[in-house]
Structures are given as structure tokens and as C-alpha cells.
């Protein structure tokens, strides 16, 4: 949901407008059983007509990791730099 609600705020959505569709998002998926990935374009399109088909990019599991892309976040380059540091700070023991 908070990839959703970023993603939002990047087409330039006021995050407390961001935070107020996605809630609606996550009432709808909830009530019809699914994973926010699993909603029609259509339906996410009638939360917010900023919603484009790149939105999967996001909501998808890879889309949420990689978005993290910062000192500390789970983008895979992230991860293998912090192990390749842990590994240094280990040799030098």
C-alpha cells in the first residue's frame, strides 16, 4: 500500500489525497478477496485517473523491493553493497 500511495504522490498527487485512495483501494480489495495487484486497471483507474497500467511496476513484489533504491533499502543493488561492506568489516577484524 505504501508503494501505492508513493507511486501517487510521483504524478504529483498530494500525499494526504495519495493516502485517501489508497485506502479505498485497499477497502475494495479487501472486499472482493484479492491482492491490490490483482485489481482491474479499470477499478484502479476509478480510485484516481492518475493511476496508469505502470502502476503493476509497483505492485508488483520485484516493483516494491527495487523502489527502495537508497543507503539501507531492499533494491538488490542496495543488498549486495551492505553484504560487500559487512564482508569488509568482517576481513578487517
Same mark, same amino acid.
Not at 28 to 40: E, F, H, R
Not at 53 to 63: I, K
Given at each position: 500500500?505504501?508503494?501505492?500511495?508513493?507511486?501517487?504522490?510521483?504524478?504529483?498527487?498530494?500525499?494526504?489525497?495519495?493516502?485517501?485512495?489508497?485506502?479505498?483501494?485497499?477497502? #475494495?480489495?479487501?472486499? %472482493?478477496?484479492?491482492?491490490? &495487484?490483482? @485489481? =482491474? $486497471?479499470?477499478?484502479?483507474?476509478?480510485? #484516481?485517473?492518475?493511476? %496508469?497500467?505502470?502502476?503493476? &511496476?509497483? @505492485? =508488483? $513484489?520485484?516493483?516494491?523491493?527495487?523502489?527502495?533504491?537508497?543507503?539501507?533499502?531492499?533494491?538488490?543493488?542496495?543488498?549486495?553493497?551492505?553484504?560487500?561492506?559487512?564482508?569488509?568489516?568482517?576481513?578487517?577484524?
Amino acid at each position: 500500500a505504501t508503494d501505492l500511495a508513493d507511486y501517487l504522490v510521483r504524478k504529483g498527487i498530494p500525499f494526504r489525497d495519495a493516502h485517501a485512495v489508497v485506502g479505498k483501494v485497499i477497502r #475494495s480489495a479487501q472486499d %472482493q478477496g484479492v491482492d491490490l &495487484d490483482q @485489481l =482491474s $486497471l479499470d477499478v484502479l483507474r476509478g480510485f #484516481s485517473p492518475h493511476i %496508469q497500467d505502470d502502476v503493476y &511496476d509497483v @505492485l =508488483s $513484489l520485484e516493483g516494491s523491493i527495487a523502489a527502495r533504491d537508497q543507503v539501507g533499502g531492499t533494491a538488490p543493488q542496495q543488498v549486495r553493497e551492505a553484504i560487500d561492506r559487512c564482508r569488509q568489516r568482517l576481513a578487517g577484524r
